[in-house]
């Protein structure tokens, strides 16, 4: 199992930048995918960015050219970079990590989540 702990979020004008960072328990080598979800308040949660072991990324249609996802092995830890942020993208932003592979789930890991405010 992982934990994960996120930190960077906070209150930011719209047109602004904010880094997201997502500590792991462990090594994020073998950890199959790793990335950010959001969830606004009355919305499903949805995917933001991840990444996989073969170094695939994945964003969602909305925040791509705007935010950058990467992993640091070094430190255990994934971080979102968020430029030109929109109201829109207020949301509580959640690390997850899912062990396994793509035919079998074997952990799914959350954070507790950082709140990122965007004003207009």
């Known amino acids: 199992q992982v934990q994960l702990v996120e930190s960077g979020g906070g209150l930011v004008q719209a047109g602004g930048s904010l880094r997201l960072s997502c500590a792991a328990s462990?090594?994020?080598?073998?950890?199959?995918?790793m990335g950010w979800y959001r969830q606004a308040p009355g919305k499903q949660r949805e995917l933001v960015a991840v990444?996989?072991?073969?170094?695939?990324?994945i964003y969602a249609d909305s925040v791509k050219g705007r935010f950058t996802i990467s992993s640091d092995s070094a430190k255990n830890a994934v971080h979102l970079q968020m430029n030109s942020l929109k109201p829109e993208d207020t949301a509580v932003y959640l690390c997850?990590?899912?062990?396994?592979?793509?035919?079998?789930?074997?952990?799914?890991?959350w954070g507790q989540g950082t709140q990122v405010t965007v004003s207009s």
């Open positions: 990444i996989f072991t073969d170094r695939k990324i």
């Open positions: 997850n990590a899912k062990g396994g592979n793509a035919d079998v789930r074997t952990y799914d890991r």
């Open positions: 462990r090594s994020i080598d073998s950890i199959y995918q």
